[in-house]
């Protein structure tokens, strides 16, 4: 089956420095790729819609200077948090899907700390 | 917009009985998918189940069946012969406009 790698699988910061999510399809090509956030005990939420090639597409509410995605091959997308602040701990998960197809593969998500 | 609605905030079964968790959603488009996923604490997300919109027939994997209704826009999961590793959080979601949107999940535990 489709396998996503997210790296790191849990991160912790101090409160001012930025981290770097990765997120790639190991045995597909993903033209695009979703980044999730997630609360204890709540759902996930879609933060943004990464594209290759393209610019990603934000959710409302979602601040792209804060969180920068790149997607720059058919393989990988990154999350940066910039600037990261307690209030950005939160568990971020991507997901991967096949080009025209409607399922998604999901990595295994990174526990983002900061301090 | 989508909306994914999960009204049992936590459900408890039997192990070996049967348990049904409830969703309902709402989208304006014609051409859409529904899924069942569980989130084990591990956090891993792993599909359960999928439903093409417009397939009449309900899905059917092994011990997990969905009962599809959609002119109510219900999406209902039926596990039976329940198992001690089913316990997770069960999410509903449906894939529509490009986009995955999920419910607020329910909480499944498995009593010995």
Not at chain 1, 87 to 111: N, P, V
Not at chain 2, 20 to 38: R, V
């Amino acid at each position: 089956g489709a396998v996503v790698s997210q790296h790191p699988s849990r991160v912790i910061c101090k409160s001012g420095t930025s981290v770097k999510i990765e997120c790639r399809s190991l045995d597909f090509q993903a033209t695009t790729m979703f980044w999730y956030r997630q609360f204890p005990k709540q759902s996930l939420m879609l933060m943004a819609t990464s594209n290759e090639g393209s610019k990603a597409t934000y959710e409302q509410g979602v601040e792209k200077d804060k969180f920068l995605i790149n997607h720059a091959s058919l393989t990988l997308s990154t999350l940066t948090v910039t600037s990261a602040h307690p209030e950005d701990s939160s568990f971020y998960i991507c997901s991967a899907r096949l080009q025209g197809g409607e399922k998604l593969f999901f990595g295994s998500g990174t526990q983002l700390s900061v301090l | 917009a989508q909306t994914v609605t999960q009204s049992q905030p936590e459900m408890s079964v039997q192990e070996a009985e049967t348990v049904t968790l409830s969703c309902t959603y709402d989208t304006s488009e014609s051409d859409y998918y529904l899924f069942w996923y569980k989130q084990p604490p591990s956090r891993q997300m792993i599909l359960v189940i999928r439903q093409e919109a417009y397939k009449q027939q309900n899905a059917t994997e092994n011990r997990f069946s969905v009962n599809f209704q959609k002119a109510a826009k219900s999406f209902s999961l039926k596990i039976s012969d329940s198992q001690l590793g089913d316990a997770a959080m069960y999410f509903c979601a449906n894939f529509g406009n490009e986009k995955l949107t999920f419910g607020t999940g329910t909480r499944l535990t498995i009593i010995p």
